[in-house]
């Protein structure tokens, strides 16, 4: 949602003379030059209207008209007001140094000042930044508790701040979760490798109980050919004596 509707009350207002030739001529050069701005603006040529608030803020600097409006003027030629571009990013922020300078003469402009707070918290609004769009919703309604317009987008801002709450509050557990997954997958996996390595291991015991009863067999078979060798040359021994007392001794 994007809150585009900027006030731009109280570009007209009259700046009365007082006393002094000196005074009174450049309270006129400052009246003119911010005239000149508000007809530029409602031309919608913001950038020579900034201008021309800028002169007459260089004739009386605490001209909170020209200030407001110059405020008003920067925040119109970002066209899109998440733009982070550094000409954009410019813009915004000396639009806001200057609103915020309205905002805080309360006492002195209250009319001025709960516009300045209206449109500070549209400029947060638009940025996403729901809580101190709300907290300058509500200053405005502190200074003017009539100016339904602020009322209106604080009930909106108030809303788009709890969806985001619950956003952020379901990709945290989002999050949790994917974590959670992450780690049974990784307990998983090493569970896995433990019963590869104690397969390894057992089959590396396999190896060696055969290789050792290979080689206890091996020992028996030869301890049995050894002894099978000696019972055989035993027979032949016991055969030659026996032929040889059948011979008769002359």
Same mark, same amino acid.
């Given at each position: ?130 809580? +101190? ?32 709450? +619950? ?81 008769? +001794?002359?």
């Amino acid at each position: 949602m994007n809150i585009t509707k900027y006030l731009f009350g109280a570009l007209f207002i009259a700046l009365a003379l007082c006393s002094g030739s000196a005074h009174a001529e450049s309270l006129r050069a400052e009246r003119r030059l911010i005239n000149e701005g508000n007809k530029l603006y409602t031309e919608r040529k913001f950038s020579e209207a900034a201008k021309k608030y800028e002169e007459a803020l260089g004739i009386n600097a605490s001209s909170a008209v020209g200030r407001y409006n110059l405020g008003l003027s920067q925040i119109k030629q970002v066209t899109n007001p998440q733009d982070t571009t550094p000409k954009s990013k410019s813009l915004l922020d000396n639009a806001r140094t200057n609103l915020n300078a309205v905002a805080s003469q309360a006492k002195e402009k209250p009319g001025l000042a709960s516009k300045a707070n209206y449109n500070l918290g549209n400029l947060e609004f638009n940025v996403k930044d729901y809580k +101190k769009a709300i907290e300058y919703y509500k200053q405005a309604l502190r200074i003017d508790p009539k100016d339904n317009s602020a009322r209106k987008n604080l009930r909106i801002a108030q809303k788009q701040l709890e969806n985001q709450d +619950k956003q952020d509050n379901q990709q945290n557990q989002d999050q949790q979760d994917q974590n959670q997954d992450q780690n049974k997958d990784q307990n998983k996996d090493q569970n896995q490798q433990n019963q590869n390595q104690d397969k390894q291991e057992q089959q590396k015991d396999n190896n060696i109980s055969q290789q050792t009863a290979n080689q206890i067999l091996q020992a028996v078979d030869n301890k049995e050919n050894q002894t099978r060798a000696r019972v055989n040359r035993a027979n032949k021994g016991d055969k030659a004596v026996g032929q040889g007392s059948s011979r008769k +001794k002359w």
